[in-house]
């Protein structure tokens, strides 16, 4: 299993870098934008026997909110894996609980996220989904990004593993993203 502790400081020292830079919000005036996404990538999921790689394809709906011309905060769900099998072993449906962006550019932004994951390999599983970007405008309406998630879901039935962490699955996913913004 993946040391926590990295991704712990990394999360707060992105939140420190977004929250230092960016200008007060005003919610009243802010403009939710809904975008459309499609990415495909390397997939590498495991468990304590080993890892397997896949070629995994993605497909999302988001809504960030543009609270400042430089600072977007976001929110979203979407389905990773087989995009013909929709219940296949090395796939998971997950939600982006927070998705925090900062242009640096014109059209350059690096974000951030975290949310949750449920997975159907061999048996329901739960998990926190942790992750970045870098994400490059196009045009007005789409956009590239290289994109990084992790997730560790735990199922609820040990398959004759004794309880603890023989029950955890590592998914892990690099890939470009190819998104359109209405």
């Known amino acids: 299993m993946h040391n ?3 991704k712990i400081g990394l ?8 929250a230092s830079n960016a200008k007060p919000l005003s919610i009243k005036d802010t403009q939710f934008v809904p975008s459309v996404h499609v ?13 397997e790689n896949f070629a995994a394809g993605d497909i999302a709906v988001e809504y960030h909110g543009i609270l400042s011309d430089k600072f977007e905060l976001g929110f979203g769900g979407g389905f990773v894996g087989d995009l013909t099998d929709f219940e296949a072993q090395n796939s998971y449906w997950y939600i982006k609980a927070v998705d925090a962006r900062y242009r640096f550019y014109e059209q350059f ?4 996220f975290a949310g949750g994951s449920y997975s159907n390999r061999f048996n329901k599983a739960y998990g926190m989904l942790l992750g970045g ?7 007005d309406t ?3 990004s290289a994109e990084y998630r992790e997730t560790s879901n735990d199922t609820d039935n040990n398959l004759g593993y004794p309880e603890g962490e023989f029950n955890i699955r590592d998914y892990d996913l690099l890939q470009l993203r ?5």
């Open 109 to 112: 932004h690096i974000g951030a």
């Open 39 to 51: 990415g495909l990538g390397v997939h590498r999921i495991g468990d304590h026997r080993g890892y």
């Open 4 to 6: 926590i502790t990295y």
């Open 11 to 18: 999360a707060v020292f992105l939140g420190a870098t977004f």
């Open 133 to 139: 970007y870098i994400r490059y405008d196009l045009s």
């Open 142 to 144: 789409w956009s590239l």
């Open 178 to 182: 190819l998104s359109y913004n209405f």
